[in-house]
């Protein structure tokens, strides 16, 4: 069978915001039927395992407003509009870390919700690394960076301290595919 896209009938703008927009589409799904689709608009995301050698990763404990707690993430940030993934990976990384990566290494690409959001999180293995600059956060960053081992990062999943998909997915996707030693 073909698949073939919806058809977008109509678009109205709801939301334009800093981190995102949302819109209220009237499509024609792929089977003929329409339907109001609400949707939220977000650019691309790098999100970055940087690891200082194969057993290490920097993680950045992070305040989240959303949901009024500190986590430990990977870091990670928006790409800019025209700007390359890789390139948004190498800045994110001197920004939120204070280190700069000689190697980026892409591996994998998904939709933390497909359902509602069109953003897609690109995920890079930074190795490599050397001393940047010092930290250079956005305005509503408060972020502090740290080094944990491969296994100390898993345990933290399991314990609670890291709460957000894009961190459990991210040291998953190192584990399944090692660095090169």
């Keep these: 069978m073909k698949e073939r896209p919806a058809t977008t009938l109509d678009s109205r703008a709801v939301h334009q915001g800093r981190a995102f927009s949302t819109s209220q589409d009237r499509v024609r799904l792929p089977h003929g039927r329409e339907a109001t689709m609400d949707v939220v608009r977000h650019s691309a995301s790098a999100i970055l395992v940087p690891m200082p050698d194969p057993g290490r990763v920097i993680l950045v404990r992070q305040y989240r407003y959303a949901v009024d707690r500190w986590i430990w993430e990977l870091p990670a940030g ?22 700069s990566a000689e190697t980026v290494e892409r ?7 497909p359902g509602y959001c069109d953003e897609v999180m690109i995920f890079y293995r930074l190795t490599g690394l050397t001393a940047a600059s010092g930290l250079a956060l956005d305005a509503d960053e408060v972020l502090e960076p740290r080094t944990f081992t491969l296994d100390e990062a898993r345990r933290m999943i399991a314990e609670g301290p890291v709460a957000d998909m894009k961190t459990a997915l991210g040291l998953r996707l190192v584990q399944a ?5």
């Design 177 to 181: 595919r090692p660095a090169l030693i």
């Design 78 to 99: 928006n790409v800019e509009p025209g700007e390359d993934p890789e390139a948004a990976a190498r800045r994110e990384c001197a920004e939120e870390t204070g280190w």
């Design 107 to 113: 591996i994998g690409a998904f939709y933390p919700s």
